[in-house]
């Protein structure tokens, strides 16, 4: 069974662009977290989508937006990019049982996707 | 709110050695616990998790973790070190958040093994 898959792995941008980055879930887990980490801040959440809607979201400002497709797979973007937000953007998925159990469980993380804002 | 503390920031240890990471947290009702690993350059990758039940879990590469809810503590142990254990270590919890789920993470403990 594949794993997270994140791309691009790598990648160098300037302040004041924009960036997305994707990831693809494991087969069958239908949420998507995204992490931002930094050596300052640690690992911090980002938000999370589930059934193509935005569950919840960290505090972090309205440049960071993202979205879910049907097929659970999801896109991070970042707008008027900013030297700190230089950092590893980690993706996570879980299945997002039914039922009571629905906000429990382990999560699954890609390899990340490592911004650096010059 | 949910929040966990690792101590330690680095930890040295010998090659064939016991480890013990300590795991501190602040969380209302039954946790949900988890220990995560990090190589250079790498995600995260799990390696076990307390949900309810027996406290003391067994994880991969010969990990385990004692859930301690009097002290409030997840600490993580292994009997002999390997060199390949130096890494980043999270202890995380799990929390509800709006209508979703998160992980709150520790800052990370980082190790190193000598020969």
């Known amino acids: 069974k594949a794993g997270v898959t994140q791309t691009p792995r790598y990648l160098i941008k300037t302040r004041g662009q924009q960036v997305t980055l994707s990831c693809s879930p494991i087969?069958?887990?239908?949420?998507v977290s995204w992490y931002q980490q930094t050596p300052g801040q640690g690992l911090q959440f980002l938000f999370e989508y589930f059934s193509e809607t935005q569950r919840n979201k960290g505090n972090f400002p309205g440049r960071f937006s993202g979205r879910q497709f049907s097929n659970s797979r999801s896109e991070m973007n970042v707008s008027t990019l900013e030297l700190g937000d230089s950092a590893l953007y980690l993706c996570?998925?879980?299945?997002?049982?039914?039922?009571?159990?629905?906000?429990?469980?382990?999560?699954?993380f890609g390899e990340g996707s490592r911004l650096t804002v010059l | 709110a949910q929040s966990v503390t690792q101590p330690d920031i680095h930890i040295t240890v010998s090659e064939g050695a016991s480890l013990e990471l300590r795991c501190n947290y602040s969380y209302g009702a039954t946790p949900y616990l988890f220990w995560y690993v990090q190589s250079p350059g790498q995600g995260l990758q799990l390696l076990l998790k307390y949900f309810s039940g027996d406290t003391l879990v067994q994880g991969i590469k010969g990990f385990e973790a004692e859930f301690k809810r009097s002290q409030s503590s997840f600490n993580l142990r292994k009997p002999s070190v390997h060199w390949s254990d130096a890494a980043e270590y999270f202890c995380a919890v799990g929390a509800i958040l709006d209508s979703g789920y998160a992980l709150n993470f520790g800052k990370g403990t980082s190790l190193l093994v000598t020969p």
């Open positions: 996570a998925s879980r299945l997002w049982p039914r039922g009571p159990k629905a906000n429990t469980g382990e999560l699954f």
């Open positions: 087969s069958g887990h239908r949420s």
